[in-house]
Structure formats: structure tokens, C-alpha cells
């Protein structure tokens, strides 16, 4: 049956995580996005409080990448049928990036590292990666795809790998890497032969201080500021065959890109359903503002204008969550739901950048002041539209989806 | 009859001014935008060009480039850097107050303390706090004897606390409404004027702004500004003025962010294929292209009609501004978003630009001040203020 309502556990889960954000996230956000970093501290604190959180039990966790204690590796990689671990989990993200997306992009977990590890790793390689988060400390994954030369093209990635007895050699850089200088480890994309494409392509696991490699540059950027965003260098960097995410078993086929790319599956709603947070808060924010001058600009025609901006922006937050859950259900449901991630992560990152200028324009000058949250959110959601897939390749994974013939495009 | 011809005059500046903004201008517009202030030597510069009073009459010591010459420059200098562009002019919104709102007498006497090569204006319209639901102003000017009283604060003054003429607006004490507004022109700073601290914003951070709180500032009579057809009239029109200017400065940054965005995109290889060639990204530099012409047209038929003294010159400006706000602010998004990750990250301007026009958008009149001024003029609704921005809903940086 059709409903959009949320079970009693979903709606403790979210009113628990709210508190949280409220209180612990939004009061923080300003000054560390000033100070560029989230201190580790803070971030020891976070993740104890995080640990409190409800299970949900059974199927209804929160992964551990999103601030649940979560599947400890022992899980099958891929949800079964009838669970309702995506729409938990996009119900506390929402929250979370409510709070601040910077922060939640900064929490001790494997992020979006843990995917890939999740459907492409052994279950030995599953318990090794992920074990390393039950140990006391902060701990983070990362994801290391886009290099200098290759981000939406994620076939042409350059950075080689060669098999020289029980070791992988990798050369190569990576940029724009979330975390990717604190993490433990992160999952590097490389090729044994760009000219094979992407049956050439393979996954590993690199672990930090591994001989080799270093980080080099950490950006500075519009948004996100509290987010580390690294560029990792691997020179002649030995990683044990080990590390080689599924074995070679997994790259026989197709199946080895397929695993990157199903990644995408499951983190574009994710990534949707932050930018409709951070949408959701600058309405919210707007809303109240606009509401408070109300009665003295009843008589206004500009109050209707303004008003009719706010509006707007609501029916926008909402349109945009629904096609996150609906593609989260999908997941859930074990349907492929490539087209509709593809779909809520485009719609919400583009109507989330729409509320956010929106934001700044109802609150005029108030919008622009740097002490003021708006300010912030109209800096941070614009990466929304780039990473994990720019606005133009949703298009394409659509297009490609509901075109009876594929341009060569 | 229907031209788009520039006089070689118009020509000649306008060469001469990108050249200036694309040597001068747009390699430092990051390192002074960290640095959160111009160089003096820049503003040297440009008052060495001639950049000072561009719209003022060559009779009142202005360059007498008219608002259409005036247009070419603001565009052509935002293109190199539109917080630059806007910090190195020292007078900034000043003379479009006293040139509308001063007798001539008074825009002639008032206007020499902004012919020296460093001297900076400012005009002070908003107020932070709870505003008055039908305009006017919280700021009161008293009388007594001969001269004005001024008490109260304004806020997001652009060179509030540095500028030498500043024009503050305020209400006569015991009116309401905007009929009771009037000009007041500070003499110098103004004893019992201060700035609180620099307003830290969004974009066009090199642009400096501070509120200022009057504390019985005295302000000699002669230097209260009425309006020749009373204040509203004034307001609107110096409104225009400034609206033009800043249309035509969103121009130059969506013309800049545009040709970075085709430069790029022209060199980025994905998929075996230049980027550009990508029929999603084609279609999306076509656009803005469109986009930034649409805008200039509308910025230059409303800067041609204010210079005639047209009718229809204030619908004008008000349709001009929202087409170049709006253009702007998709041609600067597309302009990061056509860069991939390298326009979130700050090696290149293009998130710079993302920021700057927003922060444009809320110098001088909203678009919903346009909005409202422009179906006043088309006789649609009716506004007491005709569209002037109102502080307690919406402030706007002045
Ligand atoms: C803050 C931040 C965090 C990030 N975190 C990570 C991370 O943790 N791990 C990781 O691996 N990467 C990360 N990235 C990188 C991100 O995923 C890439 O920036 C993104 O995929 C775009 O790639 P690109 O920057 O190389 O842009 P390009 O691929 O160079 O794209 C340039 C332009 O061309 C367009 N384009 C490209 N191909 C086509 C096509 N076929 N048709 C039409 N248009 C096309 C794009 O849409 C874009 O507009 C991050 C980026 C940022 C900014």
C-alpha cells in the first residue's frame, strides 16, 4: 500500500537524531567551517554519542557510515528484500545534513568507502576494513575515484597498477578525495591498461601509511570547508594482493566496474537526500524569517512576492525527498533502481541550489552576512550538483535508461 | 532609428577599460579578495583613467558618459572582477543620490568633495532590526535652529566609516510614510558618526561595508536633500541609476564566468571527447551565451532611455536588473558546474563569481523591489514606495 508515513521506530530514530542536530551539529557549523576543519575532539564526542543511537534492530539499522553502529562486515553484501536499511538511512541523513554537511561528511566511519567494500569486497576483506571501526579512536574510509585528469570519465582513470609477485604497484594521483588524508584506508580505482577500458580496471584497498603513499594537496573550497578534501599521490606504492577488493575472481567479467558503479545506487539518494537537508534548513530558516516580519509587512505587495518565494522553496524540499525515498524503497525492495538514483540525486541537488539562492534573495542583506547559516548553506550546496556524478552524467544514466535508442553521447 | 552602434567615444573607453580590468584587474582579484580590501595604488589607478564620476556631467565635473557609457565601463570592469569593480570607484552610490535628490546647486557643491582622485561616498539606506511596515525610515533627523539632527543606525553601508560624502537617509521627526524621508548629507564623517564592525559577506569581499550608528550627528540645512518632485520620485530614481550600473556589473561577471566555462570546457577531455562537445554541455554554453546578450541589450535600452529622459525609463531599469540578475546568477552556477569539481575548489574564479552575484543581487533594489516598482509602472498594483526597498523585510546593501 501506498504510504508516506514513517513507522513509530522510524519517526524515534528521526526525532533522536534531530535533537542531535540541533543541538550538537547546527550550533557548531559556523565556526568550524571558518576554521576549515571539524577538531577531532569534537568528532571523539560525536561518534560516542553516535553509538547511542538505536539500532532499529534486524534489517532497519543505520550503517555505520552514517553514524549507526551498523553491519560490522559479517553482513551479505547486498541488502535482501523487504529491508528498510536505505530509508533509515536517509531519514537520519536528512537530519544530519540539516544540522551541517560538513560535519556529516566528517564523521569517524568508512563513508563513502564503504560501499565498494560492502558489494565488491570478500567477507575476509569485509571484516579485516571494517573491523578496524569497532577499535577505539577515530577512524575514517575514503573513496578514491576522480583523478586530475578523469572525474565524470571514470573509465579513463590513468593511475596504474601492475602484479609483481604477491604485491600490487600503483602509480598514480588522486584528487578532490573526501577524508582522504585522515583515512585509515582508502579504496583506490586504478588500471592495469587504460586501453582495456574498464574490464581493465581494479579496486584496492590502500592502507594509510603504506610505503608510497602520501597526501599532497588539500583544497580550499566554496563550501563544505569543514570537509577535508584531499589529493593523494601513489608512487610506487606496494599493496598486498590481499588488498585486492573481491580478488581477481571479481574482474573475469564486467562485474568489477559494475561494482563501482553499483555503488552509485545506493550513495546518490544518499547524496540527494543531503542536499534536500541542507534545502530543508534554508526553507525552515526563511519561512520563520519571513513569518516573524509578517505583520509588519501584511499590506505589502511585496509580501506576496516574498511569500509566494517560500512557498516555492517548500513544495521544492518535498518534491525532492520524495524521489530520494522513492529510490531508496527501490533499493530496499532489491529493485535495480539506477535511473531513479539518478533521478532524486538531479532533481534534489538542482531544487536545493534553487532554496538556497531563494534563501539568500527573501532575506536580502541579512542572506549575505557570513554569521548568518544561510550565507553558509548557498556555499555548500552547490558541490551537491558535482560529485557523486555531475548534473550532465544523471542526465545521461536517465537518458541512457528512457531513450529505446542510445546516442553515442 | 534601431542601432546597437557605440560612438567611438563609447568605442574608445570601453577598449580602454578592458584592457585595464584584464591586466589589472583580474590577476589580483583573488589575492584582494583574501586580503578583504583594494589597493590604494589600484584606485590610483583607476582615478588616473578617468573612472570616478562616469555618469555625472562633464558641466558638474563628472566624465559625462552618460548612464549607456557608464554601462560599457561597469561591465567591462566586473568582467575583470566584479568586487573590484566595484571598490576601486570611490564614489560609489553617492552621486546618484545627490544628482537626483540635490537641487543643482546642491549636486554641484556636493559633488566637488568627490572629485579628488581617493575620495569615497556612500549612501545610507537600510536599517538592521524591525523596520516600518509602510517604508519610511527608523533613522530621525530633528531640527534645530538652522540645522538637522541625526540619530539612529543604518546598516550595510558599502564604505560606511571611510567614505568623506555620505548620504544618509532618515525621517523627519514626528512623519511616517516615505513622504517624511529626506536626504541628509554628513559633513566630512561626520562628528558623532561611527561605523561598527566590517560587514563579513557571501561575495565581493574586497568590497568594504560597515553599518554606522548616528549619534546627534549635526547636519547643516542646506545639506538636506528634498527631491525636485519630492522624495519618492528621488528615491526611485537614484534607485534606477544605481540598479543600471549594477545590471550592467552582472553582465560583465556572467560574460566572464561564461568564457571561462567555454575556455575549459574547450580544453577538459572525458569519454575520449573535448567536453565542450558533449551535446549536454553545447547546449548549456548556447544558453548562456543567450543569456548574457539578453541581459546587455536590457542593460543598454535602459541606460539609452534614462539618458533621454524616455517615459518608461524606470520600467526600464526595474526589467533590466531582474534579467541581469537573474542571468547572471545561472551563467556564474553554470560556471562552476561546467568546470566539474575545479569549480567548487578555489584555483579558479568561477565559484568566486558564484558568490559575487548573489552579493550583487542585494546591492541597490531587490528583484522583488523591481518587481513591485515594475507593476507599479505598468499601472498592475499600487505601492506607496513604488518599489523603493523596505528594511524590515528585505534590507538591501547600499
Ligand atoms: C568537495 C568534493 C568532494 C569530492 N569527493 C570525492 C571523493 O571522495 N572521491 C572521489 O573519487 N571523487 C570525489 N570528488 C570528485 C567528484 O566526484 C568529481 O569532481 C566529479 O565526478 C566531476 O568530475 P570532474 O571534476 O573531473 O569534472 P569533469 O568530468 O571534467 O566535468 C567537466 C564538465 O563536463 C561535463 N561532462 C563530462 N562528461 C560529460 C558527458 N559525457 N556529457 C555531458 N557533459 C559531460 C560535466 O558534467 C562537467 O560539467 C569530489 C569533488 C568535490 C568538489
Sequence with gaps: ?409 | MISFELTEEQSLVRETVRKFAADELRPVARTTERGGACPRELRGRAAELGLGLLDVPEAQGGAGLGLLGAALVHEELAFGDAGLAIAILGPHAAPAALVELGTPEQAARLLDRLAAPQARGAIAWSESGPGLPLGGFRTTARRDGDDWILDGEKAFVVNGGVAECVVVFAQDAGTTGWSGAGAFVLDGRGEGATAGARCEWLGLEVVHAAPVRLAGVRVPGRDRLAGAGGFVVGAQRMFARIAIANAARQVGLARAAYESALAYTQDRVAFGKVVAHFQAVSFTLAELAMEVDAARWMVWRAAASFDAGAEGALLHAAQAAVQANDAAWRVADHGVQLLGGAGFVQDHLAEKRMRDTKTLALLGPSDQDHLVAASCALGLTEDAGAGLPISALQPVVT
Excluded at chain 1, 102 to 111: D, E, Q
Excluded at chain 1, 116 to 129: D, I, L, S
Excluded at chain 1, 273 to 282: E, Q, S, Y
Excluded at chain 1, 354 to 375: P, Y
Aim: with cysteine.
Design chain 1, 1 to 409: 500500500m501506498v504510504d508516506f508515513t514513517l513507522t513509530d521506530k522510524q519517526r524515534e530514530v528521526r526525532a533522536l537524531i534531530h535533537g542531535f542536530a540541533a543541538t550538537v551539529l547546527r550550533p557548531n557549523a559556523l565556526a568550524f567551517d571558518r576554521a576549515h576543519c571539524v577538531p577531532d575532539d569534537f568528532l571523539m564526542r560525536l561518534s560516542m554519542m553516535a553509538r547511542a543511537f538505536p539500532s532499529g534492530g534486524g534489517d532497519a539499522e543505520l550503517p555505520s557510515e552514517y553514524g549507526g553502529q551498523g553491519d560490522s562486515g559479517a553482513k551479505p553484501a547486498a541488502p535482501k528484500k523487504g529491508s528498510q536499511a536505505q530509508r533509515f538511512t536517509l531519514i537520519g541523513a536528512e537530519e544530519m545534513a540539516w544540522g551541517d554537511a560538513s560535519i556529516l561528511l566528517c564523521m569517524p566511519g568508512p563513508g563513502l568507502g564503504g560501499p565498494p567494500v560492502r558489494f565488491m569486497g570478500t567477507p575476509e576483506q569485509r571484516a579485516r576494513f571494517f573491523g578496524v571501526f569497532q577499535t577505539p579512536g577515530l577512524h575514517f574510509g575514503a573513496y578514491g575515484l576522480t583523478e586530475p585528469g578523469a572525474g565524470s570519465d571514470v573509465s579513463g582513470i590513468r593511475t596504474s597498477c601492475r602484479k609483481d609477485g604477491a604485491t600490487w604497484v600503483l602509480n598514480g594521483r588522486k584528487c578532490y578525495i573526501t577524508n582522504g588524508a585522515r583515512a585509515d584506508w582508502v579504496v583506490i580505482f586504478a588500471t592495469v591498461d587504460p586501453a582495456l577500458g574498464r574490464a581493465g580496471q581494479r579496486a584496492f584497498v590502500v592502507e594509510r601509511g603504506t610505503p608510497g603513499f602520501s597526501v599532497g594537496k588539500i583544497e580550499e573550497k566554496m563550501g563544505l570547508r569543514a570537509s577535508e578534501t584531499a589529493e593523494l599521490v601513489l608512487e610506487d606504492c606496494r599493496v598486498p594482493e590481499a588488498n585486492l577488493l573481491g580478488g581477481e575472481a571479481l574482474y573475469a567479467g564486467k562485474e568489477g566496474f559494475m561494482g563501482a558503479m553499483k555503488t552509485f545506487d545506493m550513495t546518490r539518494p544518499l547524496v540527494g537526500v543531503m542536499a534536500v537537508g541542507i534545502a530543508r534548513a534554508a526553507f525552515e530558516y526563511t519561512r520563520d524569517f519571513v513569518r516573524e516580519n509578517y505583520l509588519l509587512a501584511r499590506p505589502l505587495p511585496r509580501y506576496a512576492q516574498l511569500a509566494a518565494m517560500v512557498a516555492e522553496m517548500g513544495r521544492l524540499v518535498d518534491a525532492s525527498r520524495l524521489l530520494c525515498w522513492r529510490a531508496a524503497w527501490m533499493a530496499d525492495e532489491g529493485m535495480p533502481n539506477a535511473k531513479e538514483a539518478s533521478m532524486a540525486k538531479a532533481y534534489a541537488a538542482r531544487a536545493a541550489m534553487r532554496v538556497c539562492a531563494d534563501a539568500v534573495q527573501v532575506l536580502g542583506a541579512h542572506g549575505l552576512e557570513k554569521h548568518q547559516l544561510v550565507e553558509k548553506w548557498y556555499r555548500d550546496i552547490k558541490v551537491y550538483d558535482i560529485f557523486e556524478g555531475t548534473a550532465q552524467i544523471q542526465r545521461i544514466v536517465i537518458a541512457k535508461r528512457i531513450l529505446r535508442e542510445v546516442p553515442t553521447w
